[in-house]
């Protein structure tokens, strides 16, 4: 019988798939960041830093201000470098999940600032004066309203249990220990920092288990489904790209008749000492506080599990609407091409485009990053855009070999090939005549440039890209 | 060639080195820069190509008066490769460093024992062996001054999946040695002294075959003597045993070997050098051409060939008959840097113009009673000599940069070009910077450092590169003046095919490395 109900469920879900699809077949518009909002939130942050600082202890507070300071920049900085999206239907979704565990929950002290991180790395985090950062790529990883609120009720349960500044504290405590100097004579200034290192590890895996068991209590007074939370740590666990999604084939879409691919694009790259095994002075499994997620289920399931009468999760309960989940993987494609992130945008782009062949916004996405990677080869900031290493996540490794493979003639000649077609370009828009005029160009092949200006003065006489338009 | 990477000096110490977390797809940036002296750092080489960096760090003070190092592995991709901590004297550097695609071979000094401690690690970065070998006087005198001067040697070469060779001096400077040490801890090595009783033997490494280690030797009389006469000395790499060695001066000429390789095709050794009339006694100038002398396995000299200035360079380029190069408003002699045999078999012979000068700042420093020269060197264009494999002449290419000046040290007025040359090149005067090769790609890439004459801007720094690929040379360039929000850029070499950019911005105080490729 079960497994009946997972089939018409499956079933549900493709029939909503496809409604989903309809939508974004030809078109797709990115999301916003904040405007003028940005010097507001800055100016919202800053006043709660000031807040923290005065309050400080003695003891710490000049090491703490600086470390505060330091937060406070890195978020202005983020902000105003746009690394944050602002955008209506997310805020609702966000918002309803904040308001149902809050007024559920009536107390003083959560966070007063949930922003959206254009980050692709399935995470959130919480600053501890009040900011709460949920990133982008973790809401492409979620299903329904449960998992997004159990997320959140963690980390409101961090800033509840002031983790942050209380993990500040201790650890600038235990480095200026007094008992430390005469540790380091005894046992040597490695070990200690050996130690201190594990001690950091061990205090904020503790911390983590508190953040879970609060989290179920925090649910447990909403309609969410508190059982969700085996769901989400496993999720949390696969740290690397889903690999149930596919995988983009670069040779059919990089293959074309006056330019074919070639194999010896998609060739690993000679390393000499190859790839390390042995990275870490320290033991790498102590230190993390995130993998030992085996053990954080195992600590939800001995307070709440079985036998408190654990129901299981039903993931077809409170689903976020399929419409809003295409739109977020859609986003996850201009999201890493605002932070700079080309390598994985391209990715994102190559696999929306297989759902999405004819999406208007997806290949101009494409020729953009295309003319954008053969600037920045030119410019030599190439490798700002695109890693290069010998670890690379492994849905994402054929892409970044072969990118990093190219030579720069080579990203030129692919990019003129792709635009360069009836199948792309788009004669209403300004920006393709814009894209194939700089390919045409960089390649000294001035006559296309040429025919391409005319043109493009002729559709568009008062054209936002003449100023860049020059022979 | 091995260059000296100062800028990790600027870099934390491997503990404290923060790699920007949420921006995994980037450079690495280093941020919140403190000043931290480092032991020793530099690049880990496989014929001449660099597999990756290492940074070694004094930590604490250990048991028995000994010190704690942190020794930092990166790979080529500046990803870490290995940490690891290491018990040694207190006055123990990291001399020198080598990888042969199997093991690293990194060669420490220790100034108090005067001896050099070999440690190769394995692919996997495990310790495979440690060795120790005292220092004569002579060989701990110039460690000394390599220290000092914090320079890297180029005594330690590797073999490709055998081992490697270390050159060193006894006897007061009058004997070579050569010490072959292999990747596996449990084969044994060998150790080679020069035999002659008469007269000055020095040695250095010029190329290896798969089954024999060549070394280039210099026979001079005396210790003062300038009159050099050169030999080739082959050596079996398993075994020891010397396989022949061959004086290179013929009947006809006096010569002075530059560069070798041994040529997988035709299996045979090349050397190539300047060629000077029989009988010099000192060289003073660029001589009549160049050489390529091809070698069989029994040291048998099977072809000679002299390509002269006076006849057929002159048919590429304006020369005299000794060689000095003249374009435009420009002459002077040619400093050959590096010698090396691209993918397709054709040679490239990288080259700068350079020509003595009277200093205009010394003579007006003179006048005011300071002890300046008042001569120097003024160097110029890159010149670089494409040859065929048969080594006739393909081509000569000129890249013009603008000169610049080495002012030469108080009492050098008066020595002659060629040695000055020597001495600029080892006080890092000339504007060359490496030579890559990329297999891969199967291109070579020279480059270089220009300070460009701009009209109408200001003028500016830059890296040159020239590409030789697909039977072509190309240009690249790289400004390395005030970008925007940085305050300067640096560039070192990278692995093959690229260049490694550091940027430093004193606002946010944080310095970015980056790999970018040469592009061509
Ligand atoms: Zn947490």
Known sequence: MKSNAIFLFLASLWLMHDQAYGQYEYEYVPMDSFDLQKEILIDEINTDIAAIQSSLPRSSRDELKTILNYKAELLARRLKSNHFINDGELDQLVGKVYSEITTKNPRAGYPTRIMISRSPVPNASCWGEGTMIINLGLLSRLNTESELAFIMAHEMAHQLLDHVNEATLSAIKRRSDRGLKRQAKTYGKLDVMKEIAYDDARYSRIKEHEADSMAVVLLRNTSYQWQVYERVLDMLDSADYPETRERPDLKSRFDFSKYPFKDKWLEPPHSGLGRSSNTGLFSADSLKSHPNIPKRIAYVDSLYGYNAGKKSYDPSHDRIASSLQQRIDLEMTSSTFVINDYAKSMFYTLQMLGQYPENKFLKTHLARLLVELYLSRKNHTYNRYVRISNYYPKMMEELFIFLNNLRMSEIAKLAYNYINRDAVFDKTNEEHYFLLFIISTGLDNLEVSEKVLTAYKNSFPNGQYLEAMKL | MIYKLKFFSMMLMA?????????????????????????????????????????????????????????????????????????????????????????????????????????????????????????????????????????????????????FVDYGMDDNAKKYIINYIPSDPQKKGWRKRSMNVKGVENAGFLCSSNDYVYSLVVKRPGIRSMDMQTAIVSHDIELGVKSFETDLNSQKYKVQPMNGYFDEKTQLLNVIGIFYEPGTKQVKDNGLGLFNYQINFSGEIVNEKYLTWAQDFRKYVQVDNKGMISNEDRNGFIFFHRIIQNTDGSIIAVGEQYKKAADAAGIAGKALGGGTSTAKVVIQDMVIFHFTKEFDIAGVEMVEKSKSGFALPAGYGLVNIHMLSNIVKANGGFDYSFTSQNDKDESTSIGYVDYERKKGAKNELVFGAITYYDGEFSRDKIPLGHPKDKDWIRVYPGKPGYVMLMEYS??????????ERINF
């Open chain 2, 15 to 163: 503990s404290c080195m923060i790699t920007c977390p949420g921006a995994w797809g980037q450079s690495r940036t280093f941020e919140n820069i403190r000043r931290v002296t480092m032991r020793s750092t530099g690049t880990i080489l496989e014929n001449n190509e660099i597999s990756g960096y290492y940074i070694l760090s004094d930590v604490e003070k250990a048991k028995k008066g000994n010190r704690t190092y942190l020794l930092k592995i990166l790979d080529e991709n500046l990803d870490d490769f290995k940490t690891t901590t290491l018990e040694e004297g207190k006055y123990v550097y990291l001399a020198e460093s080598a990888f042969n695609g199997e093991s690293i071979m990194l060669k420490f000094v220790d100034m108090k024992e005067k001896s050099l401690i070999f440690m190769s690690y394995s692919k996997n970065g495990d310790l495979l062996g440690k060795k120790e070998k005292e220092l004569t006087k002579r060989e701990t005198l110039f460690y000394r001054a390599m220290v000092t001067a914090e320079t890297e040697g180029n005594a330690l070469n590797s073999i490709h999946g055998k081992g």
């Open chain 2, 506 to 515: 004193q606002k946010t105080k944080t310095l970015e490395s980056r790999l």
